[in-house]
């Protein structure tokens, strides 16, 4: 099983962004999605969430309105569209996959990606 993240850099606030993570190792369309980011010396705090084929998203309320969180399951990749960003989205962001949840509590999800760093000047 692998989840390889990728689409982070360093952007000014303002600025738009979109995160993949390439899936492999598994049935991507058994599996829901999300998007956790940590902060330097902060949790793991759960950003987004999606269902099995994108029907259902869940959003942190820091985020709603700003991100996009979707899935292409032909490709078997996860997105995260990042509008608007602002200094305190700076944060590695991951990518993770379970059977049924796809809500904010990290220790249900069953595969965890390496992240990717993501830096917002202002």
């Known amino acids: 099983v692998q989840l390889q993240a990728s689409g982070g850099g360093l952007v000014q606030a303002g600025a738009s962004l979109r995160l993949s993570c390439a899936a492999s190792g598994f049935t991507f369309n058994e599996y829901t999605m999300a998007w956790f980011r940590q902060a330097p010396g902060k949790e793991r705090d759960f950003v987004a969430g999606i269902s099995w084929r994108g029907s259902g998203t869940v959003y942190a309320d820091s985020v709603k309105g700003r991100f996009t969180i979707s899935r292409d399951n032909a490709k078997n990749t996860l997105y995260l569209q990042l509008n608007s960003v602002k200094p305190e989205d700076t944060a590695v962001y991951y990518c993770?996959?379970?059977?049924?949840?796809?809500?904010?509590?990290?220790?249900?999800?069953?595969?965890w990606g390496q992240g990717t760093q993501v830096t917002v000047s202002s």
């Open positions: 993770a996959a379970d059977v049924v949840h796809y809500g904010p509590f990290s220790d249900k999800y069953k595969f």
